[in-house]
């Protein structure tokens, strides 16, 4: 099966991948998120893995933009612990490094180590990314931050791991699918929504949520992109939409909604 | 009057300072957003001026973080067109830019135009940054992405105005400082709370600002980061704490709420 993902190898996305998957895969990498639609959408994959909120960068609002331009499915989600490393070339050390490669939000978040290492922080467009610039270019001062798989894929070495300042940095990715999943236990359901232009329309929108005991686990309003002073609303809440009381609530929510769109149902996972 | 922005002089963050408080002000260039907040908390700057959310990259998480940490107050917000501009060394030409150095959203926003023009794209930590650095090296090939007026500030020459693939690209920035505002007309309210360990209790938080007419323009859940599945909300309603009826809707809120903290009060400025 081919699962695609944005980034180059060693990404965090592809190590998502086989978190979700298992290695029986082809971990198709993709320029772009677009691309990651795209290619599942014309089935040139039959699955994509995208990052949809992390704990620090909070919601990644491009993933949530494509989930309603494409008629894609969530159909799992898998939280991945993002856990920095410092790699270098063979044959070098810690104390010889004086630059640091990486995504600027890799390295925002492990400032407090790069400081007291006292060395350059450079900015790259993705961690992999960096991890395979600093090898091509083969100099013992250059390192870069990356997922501890680089090291193998990359050749090059693990400096020093865990190099973040908050341990609880994590990423949640959804996969999705042009199909429905089937329902199963312990379930989780994504929507998103405009409501009707009337008063309370957000509290008459939750109303059917809330008294038919469907509880909810995400909430976010997002501009609406060309109807000014409108808002879209992403909403996750726990069941399935085919559960009598899920149902219900969605039928109810459609009464004061002018638009629902379901982006899919799928096992819950609990972020570790 | 000293303001309090981060990143370095031509930033966005320094543009929204001068639309904000006219010219008349000392704008402090600082490294970090904690440095801001902390500038603006130990009496070293007056007010501090911050990005809280983009059309593109949605909401920062950090500045949410930050309010809840810190006992300032939101005293007015701003919307900062982002435009783009093509900055390079004086004497040199569009035909002979090879390499582009900016922040990488700012890159991912002008990748249609740097695609054309058929040249490399380089990370950068700022967009202000990037156009310091092309002037340092002083190569006619380089170019940087940042705001117009990274030009005269770093005696750049400008190629091309507007690069951005998509031209609604808006930033909100939000005023924090140590004092309250004194109520007025048309203003906004930002708070944030947790809810209480009940059924339907996001419903209910909500319910009195339903029934008393207020109206809400944003609502975002995070994750609380220290209890497991439970959320804060942060939420930005229409009108004044003292105004009756979003008193009375925000005592409902505390009945319902376990945490309640009030961010702010201030004049609302309709997005462009």
């Known amino acids: 099966?081919?699962?695609?993902?944005?980034?180059?190898?060693?990404?965090?996305?592809e190590m998502a991948c086989y978190d979700f998957f298992g290695s029986e895969l082809v971990a198709l990498p993709l320029h772009t998120l677009?691309?990651?639609?795209?290619?599942?959408?014309?089935?040139?994959?039959e699955m994509g893995i995208v990052p949809?909120?992390?704990?620090?960068?909070?919601t990644v609002t491009k993933t949530y933009?494509?989930?309603?331009?494409?008629?894609?499915?969530?159909?799992?989600?898998?939280?991945?612990?993002?856990?920095?490393?410092?790699l270098a070339n063979p044959g070098t050390s810690l104390e010889r490094i004086s630059r640091v490669y990486s995504h600027p939000q890799a390295i925002e978040q492990c400032e407090s180590f790069l400081i007291e290492l006292g060395v350059e922080p450079l900015p790259f467009r993705d961690t992999a990314g960096a991890a395979r610039f600093i090898k091509e270019r083969g100099y013992a001062e250059e390192a870069?931050?990356?997922?501890?798989?680089?090291?193998q894929i990359y050749g090059l070495e693990l400096l020093k791991k865990s190099i973040e300042t908050n341990a609880e940095n994590a990423t949640r990715f959804v996969v999705v699918s042009r199909k429905h999943l089937k329902a199963t236990e312990d379930v989780k359901t994504s929507l998103v929504?405009?409501?009707?232009?009337?008063?309370?329309?957000?509290?008459?929108?939750?109303?059917?949520?809330?008294?038919?005991g469907v509880n909810l686990t995400k909430i976010e309003s997002r501009p609406h992109k060309t109807e000014k002073s409108r808002y879209l609303f992403y909403l996750d809440l726990e069941g399935h939409p085919e559960d009598p009381n899920v149902k219900?609530?969605?039928e109810e929510l459609r009464?004061?909604?002018?638009?629902?769109?379901?982006?899919?149902?799928?096992?819950?996972?609990?972020s570790q």
């Open 248 to 250: 219900e609530a969605i």
């Open 65 to 86: 933009d494509l989930l309603l331009a494409h008629d894609l499915f969530i159909v799992g989600e898998t939280h991945q612990r993002i856990v920095h490393c410092l």
């Open 193 to 212: 929504f405009v409501t009707k232009h009337i008063p309370a329309a957000l509290y008459k929108c939750l109303g059917g949520f809330a008294t038919n």
């Open 52 to 58: 949809i909120e992390n704990t620090y960068a909070g």
């Open 34 to 45: 677009d691309n990651v639609f795209q290619a599942v959408s014309d089935g040139s994959a």
């Open 144 to 151: 870069a931050i990356a997922h501890e798989a680089c090291a």
């Open 1 to 13: 099966m081919k699962v695609a993902f944005q980034g180059e190898r060693g990404a965090y996305s």
């Open 255 to 270: 009464f004061f909604a002018s638009f629902v769109k379901m982006l899919g149902a799928y096992p819950k996972e609990t």
